[in-house]
């Protein structure tokens, strides 16, 4: 990125606002809108008029998520509200827009307008990103509800995606001895070149009884009260996946299991890290349009 | 420890009480004393008589601290108080007793009654156990503190000593870009010799403008206004040495940096750990005395 | 796999050799052909007449590389030569088949015939294996060319495919500063996740002065002469990229630097794990069927 | 090492010779005694008169071990054979003198003339850096030896001493199942702290048929007829520890087991790191000199 670029930052939470201020302290022109009860410092033209998203920039920034409902943007910090809708038929031909959570009504509207709008969530390296923040949200989690140390405990982590890949990585580094879960064979080979314990998703259930502490990444119920019936009482749940997630938590709480679901850490625990991966990823989109 | 002894455990917090827990699970006789105001489950005699303490035990298990102040036990959890050397004077002779933070005055009443008393503190299976929980314990205080991940910030542990060594290894695993530091050549090849940079103590001052955090674990003023003032403005510093630690906190707070003097850290954090610590300590020794 | 199988393991080298043994030894029947020079321990009705492949086993093993050359049967270990058209020709409809390096020649022959064939190299499970085999091959290639240890040398990892992940873990696990390079965002994501430095291929060339050693994992030219030319005058590269690999071998040579090009590790330097990847392939194939 | 020193490198193998030039590659003054055999790249001073050594050197450099019998120094690269006590009554008083392997007779000697003599081997900096050499060499061999990799192998270390400590570090690094043992309470809680199977060496006995590769450490017979006789058929089995070792190898050969006493490996496999090492003491003693 060696040049001044202009980006037009729309609504959004936290995050966004870091990401402006990390966007003027790389020297680049910001222009703020649907953020007016943010605070920002560094260079920001802020509370700019919508009407300004008429003109081209290099880089339009909308929300994560971009919607608050099926049809308004996501703009915590505006005392305004505006329809996703109206906001992109501002935008000119060919102007490349970044957001989070498209779904399938604001692509065709892109696509009608000719507009190029990309997913942060569809990118590999800010789903990268965000798992690392996961990971580590899910370890202060875990630390948080036990009275004891992590090392030496046996742990498994269900599910080998990005998530238990790097919440593997890093349990493993504390000295947890890791068991991590896959459904497929290539994967289990993955879990065991890496040094861990691998077993079957479809397998847990007969070594439930094994593991002090159990972090979930897979969004299916795997965690039926069958299979929580067979952990130790004093075991420490930790549910990464989005609702509904992967525990039956009602069976659980009837078992006095100790659960937790822990939802959007990245924002939560990390919103520096977020902001950071958001502009990482701008970058690397420009980066790949200028190749 | 195949058989069942007899254990007398007298004051202290509720890590004590835990330590009763634990030995009456593994099927050891427990009287409980001074512990009056604590709940207790388990096959556990709470509420005893102190004279009862004129008996022989296995072993009698003082708190840590062994003494709330120069002359009384540490009996948080009582509504009594005891003079230590009162207590002590009850014990038979030959009587192995176990306590914390043994000061000379309490060394030689024992030595002049003819009881043999073990200080935790100097005995190296509690003390790293104990180091375990404080390498977590900063860890967990570093992810709070911080907005964003750990990973590939840049890190200096200063004092390659117990807390340094697991704080290393731990931090490493979270793929933190680590540097220790160290006074004597011999540790400084340890550092190198487990992967990471290594800097001598000495030079702290001039390379401390890498560091995005700094764990300090040397009792000695190591941070002074003029090493703090080369820093990161948003450098996080979590001082783990014991009061009055190793950084000037005033000068820190004048210059603005994010500061932590994190202590007690085992108690706090993990008291079931603490409570296994000192389970296991009392464990190794019976078993040292029985070879 | 509870239950007894029949197997047909059909000619090549000494890692069939080794997976009929596994075979056998986990009780199932195993008939080897094209294995008449072969020695072989344990219960395997060995010397076969191939017409018995009219037969249907519950799975046929051909060779890795299946063929020798455009025509006959990779069979080092037999008097005899046999065209895989042949071979082939004999199975029953419906015969499972498993062999390495399979061509499109043999996929249409078998397609036209009603066999299913899977090649060892189109799945996950075996290339994961068989890049444990080469990232320990490849460090064991570099102990032997140095006169250093590997412990704090700068080491870059150019991509990060299967090979590249493994061996940027065991090298990170040895004290190694490890570099890791990529082309994607994504991959440059995974290897910051990981803990290591991070470097675009497409800029290997500014920074090749800072390694010590260099593991290539590109198939295509990377280190060329104007590369190369910037590297340290000792520098120790393995190029682990099947021919013609990614290095300039000839400018190397004339730059005077120290290069080794290390090919079909697996089988060289860990030839029971060969098989027991080759056993594991295999058994994941059949349970997959079972589904 | 700010400023030009002036060594006196006396006698030694090739390891001697790469530590001349490495000191002429930092700039010293490097004359080379009963050395005359070796080449030697770099401004160093060769073939001297040894009674040259009548002058006063910032530090004069004997071999490693410093005698090859109870009276002479250890010369191979030399055509002359010299008394140790003869070399010794040449350096003036206060000289500062170091070497390898020092007998009580030499320091005897040495302090009767006023000399001060450091031995490498009572040097931690010295010690740690020859464990690294010894652990990397230790993996290199069981590559060697195994047809297998070493990921997920079940791998014992008896003793976590220098070299234990390290070895553990570099296996838990490549995937392997780390098991180490430990006499003492102290060591046993350091093993679990690194998050590594703790055993009791006493108790090896009872759980050595778990193990499929051992590396002993320890000086003492510890694998004894009955204990190897409780161990894996394949079991590979590595003895670190200086003669006579801790394996009873005769009984080993006789059960078919797979042995290797690997001696001296530092000097063996990586030489030049051995030089560095003796490099980095003698910059190391001077530098306390110094302070």
């Given at each position: 990125?060696p040049?001044?670029?202009n980006?037009?930052?729309v609504g959004g939470?936290e995050?966004q ?5 990390l966007?003027?302290?790389d ?5 703020a809108?649907?953020l007016?009860?943010a ?8 509370g700019c ?9 290099d880089?339009?920034?909308l929300?994560?998520?971009v919607?608050?409902?099926a ?7 505006s005392?305004?509200r ?7 038929s501002?935008f000119p031909t060919?102007?490349i827009?970044?957001?989070?959570k ?7 509207k892109a696509g ?11 990118r590999?390296?800010?789903?990268v990103?965000s ?6 949200g899910?370890?202060?989690e875990?630390m948080?509800?036990l009275?004891?140390t992590?090392n ?15 919440l ?7 000295g ?6 896959a ?7 993955w879990?065991?070149a890496y040094?861990y314990?691998?077993?079957r998703?479809?397998?847990i259930?007969?070594?439930i009884?094994?593991?002090d502490?159990?972090f979930n990444t897979?969004p ?5 009260e069958a ?10 749940i930790?549910d990464?996946?989005s ?16 659960t937790?679901?822990?939802?959007s850490?990245?924002?939560k625990?990390?919103?520096?890290s977020?902001?950071?991966a958001?502009?990482d990823?701008?970058y ?5 349009w200028?190749?």
């Amino acid at each position: 990125m060696p040049h001044k670029l202009n980006f037009a930052v729309v609504g959004g939470d936290e995050r966004q606002v870091k990401l402006c201020e990390l966007l003027a302290h790389d020297g680049h022109v910001v222009s703020a809108f649907a953020l007016d009860k943010a605070e920002m410092s560094g260079v920001i033209t802020s509370g700019c008029d919508t009407s300004e998203l008429r003109n081209k920039y290099d880089c339009v920034i909308l929300p994560v998520p971009v919607k608050s409902d099926a049809e308004y943007l996501n703009t915590p910090l505006s005392a305004y509200r505006y329809k996703a809708d109206d906001i992109l038929s501002l935008f000119p031909t060919g102007q490349i827009v970044v957001a989070g959570k498209v779904d399938n009504a604001l692509f065709a509207k892109a696509g009608r307008n000719g507009i190029r709008i990309y997913d942060y969530l569809e990118r590999e390296d800010f789903t990268v990103q965000s798992s690392v923040s996961t990971a580590e949200g899910a370890i202060e989690e875990a630390m948080k509800a036990l009275d004891t140390t992590l090392n030496q405990k046996s742990c498994l982590i269900a599910g080998f995606g990005h998530i238990g890949k790097i919440l593997a990585h890093y349990l493993d580094g504390l000295g947890v001895k890791v068991t991590a879960s896959a459904r497929k064979s290539g994967d289990i080979a993955w879990i065991s070149a890496y040094g861990y314990n691998a077993v079957r998703t479809a397998e847990i259930k007969e070594h439930i009884a094994d593991y002090d502490i159990i972090f979930n990444t897979i969004p299916h119920l795997i965690f039926t009260e069958a299979v929580l019936s067979r952990a130790k009482r004093n075991v420490f749940i930790c549910d990464l996946a989005s609702k509904p997630g992967g525990v039956d938590f009602a069976a659980a709480r009837e078992l006095g299991l100790k659960t937790v679901h822990a939802l959007s850490i990245p924002g939560k625990y990390a919103p520096m890290s977020a902001a950071e991966a958001m502009r990482d990823t701008i970058y690397n989109i420009l980066d790949e349009w200028g190749d």
